[in-house]
């Protein structure tokens, strides 16, 4: 076998090595369009079922739960990443547990007889209704932070 034949088989194959050993470690671009994705998701899910009814929140709820075990699965090596990931986690199981919090208080609402103690039902869940709107506010707004901190971070070079 000639020198040169041992070349062209010896090139290809190491570069093929280099190539799969490359594409095993992922990059912080690759892991922030993995973080990126489930957040959106989770973000889609809310804006598709703002305002509607105690069933559809339930079940909002429980989807957000699903969001949050996706981010927590998601296995980055990234350091700042990792720091996105948890406190996305927070936010969307904070979220979840408003949005359930709010659904019950809204079925409560809905099963309150015409009485003195089913007004009064009615205004301890209104209470807890504006207290979960409230806490899904504060959080909309962490949430807006976080998104931009991870973009500026994303968005710099390696």
Wanted: net charge positive.
């Amino acid at each position: 076998m000639s020198v040169l034949h041992k070349y062209t088989v010896i090139a290809p194959v190491s570069l093929s090595i280099a190539l799969f050993i490359t594409s095993c470690t992922e990059n912080k671009v690759s892991q922030c369009q993995r973080l990126i994705r489930v957040v959106n998701a989770g973000t889609s899910l809310i804006d598709k079922n703002k305002g509607t009814q105690v069933i559809t929140s339930i079940q909002l709820s429980k989807d957000l739960e699903f969001v949050t075990k996706s981010i927590k699965e998601l296995n980055l090596t990234d350091p700042k990443l990792k720091e996105f990931q948890s406190g996305f986690v927070k936010i969307f199981e904070n979220l979840s547990q408003a949005i359930a919090k709010a659904g019950k208080a809204l079925g409560t609402t809905k099963t309150a007889e015409a009485s003195a103690s089913g007004r009064e039902k009615i205004q301890e869940a209104r209470t807890e209704i504006d207290s979960a709107l409230t806490t899904a506010t504060t959080i909309g707004k962490h949430s807006d932070t976080l998104v931009n901190e991870m973009n500026k971070y994303c968005n710099q070079p390696e």
